[in-house]
């Protein structure tokens, strides 16, 4: 008698409850799977003492995809979509690990201990003077002869609440390249869900030395492989940069952009000056300077903006340095064949570097670039990508 009322009810509801779903509503599919920012791995050779070397890709629920790998903490593509939808990769680079350990420009890497030119490779810190390898005609460039573009880091994957993002750590130790002082660095990338890509660099040492990182993505917002970088568009935030000499050298002045082929104050092709009869652009074979950004205040500011118009892709920089080189790939000489067979011509490729000045540690009149124990290096700069509307 007591179970009788209870079953009742249970088939009375089973069948009121089918009897709904003929009637009132269609049976619904499934719903979609969530759109979700992935990090994943996979093998993409190995280094010439038999290392794997993994590939990471972040992807954001906006189509952009940004791949990297623990050699250099390279980019080794980033591929964002254009006004229309159309996805391309918009970096320099290689498709096999092989062109990386070739000879090749700095391609997608960590540029470092200090990224731009010492005069003489020859520094004096605290009474005593370094000297380091001359790898760029009388100067040292980007760390020497095995800088931070060529070493192998540790990967850490993060994968935070529609943010994902690889942290690579690395150790350069006392005397390398002719630097002093243990340092440990730790670069991180994250891909947002807002298509920013951002770089955070720590840096700690046991003796003080110069500290310098950067970025040396080369950008061709087209597509790379697709033409010249002239007709970008291209704005710096800054009133001043700093002239060099014949070898790049920065004179140690802050001269005004006004009324120079360096006024990228306004929106401005990048094609429309760069051979100019000026004298600073016969140094650097076109733009190779450094650009000091207008700073109001301490922290994150906009740096610098880049615009293709054919696909409508801009980048937007923001950085808390006080420095931009732009590179416009005046060395580039369609000597390197990259991604898909594409040969890499002259100014195929662009390079915004936030940086600390080139020869800080010979200029007292440059804003410091040592790093002393007890201190912690922290930079960031942030890439954005869009379209124009
Ligand atoms: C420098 C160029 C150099 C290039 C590749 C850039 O950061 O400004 O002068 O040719 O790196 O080494």
Redesign the pocket.
Known sequence: MLRKPFLVIVLGAMVACGGSNKTDTPPTAPPPPEKKATVSSAAFGELPNGSAVTIYTLTNTNGVEVRTIPYGAILVSVRVPDKAGKVDDVVLGFDRLDGYLGAH??FGAI?GRY??RIAKGSFTLDGQTYSLATN?GPNA??GGLKGFDKKMWTAELVDHEGNVGVIYRGESPDGEEGYPGNVKVQVTYTLTRNNELSVEYEASTDKATPVNLTQ?SYFNLAGEGRGDILGHRLTIDADRFTPVDAT?IPTGDQVAVENTPFDFRRATPIGARIDADDEQLHH?GGY?HNWVLNRDRDGLIHAARLEEPASGRTLDVSTTEPGL?F?AG??LDGTIKGKSGHVYAKRSGL?L?TQHFPDSPNHAGFPSTILRPGERFRSKTVFTFGVTK
């Open positions: 420009p700095y540029v990224g731009n760029n460039l980007h040396h790049l650097g190779d080189q590179y005046n060395f390079c570097e």
